[in-house]
């Protein structure tokens, strides 16, 4: 019994003993700072994280960039209609089909020789960018 007691416990002790006595050279330590030690302006630079100003260098701190993008209404356009593509990519002179409403091949290709032609990627879809470009050859009641 008392063997069996040597040879179950004796390596358990040592294996416990190895777990809580592993070196703590690994963990790495940070000084603890208190509020009392930090002076107020030091305070600032550990709270307010660093914005480095863009290539322009508009923004110099976090707040500043925040009120900018805020203080600058977005104006939201509609979605040109169908019908409204067609008559501005008539009017651009890339499409002479019928004014029907329907991207058919026709309209298609006509989008995409109008993205080629200004610097747009041609994917043939009429997407926010290509509307953008169209939007000055359309009048404001959507008529040729």
């Known amino acids: ?26 963990v790495k ?23 480095q100003p863009d290539a322009v260098g508009q923004a110099d701190s976090v707040e500043t960039a925040v009120n900018e993008v805020e203080a600058k209404p977005v104006e939201k356009l509609e979605a040109m209609s169908s019908r409204e593509i067609q008559i501005a990519l008539k009017n651009a002179g890339y499409y002479d089909g019928e004014i029907d409403g329907v991207l058919g091949s026709r309209s298609r290709d006509a989008i995409r020789r109008f993205q080629q032609d200004n610097g747009l990627i ?23």
């Not at 041609?122 to 040729?144: F, H, M």
């Open 122 to 144: 041609d994917d043939s879809v009429a997407g926010t960018k290509t509307q953008e470009k169209l939007r000055k050859y359309i009048n404001t009641e959507g008529k040729l």
């Open 29 to 51: 330590k940070y000084p603890v700072v208190k509020t009392a030690d930090v002076q107020p302006d030091e305070e600032k630079k550990l709270v307010e994280p660093a914005v």
């Open 1 to 26: 019994m008392r063997k069996l007691l040597v040879v179950v416990l004796l390596p358990a002790l040592l294996i416990m003993n190895g777990c809580t006595g592993t070196s703590r050279s690994n």
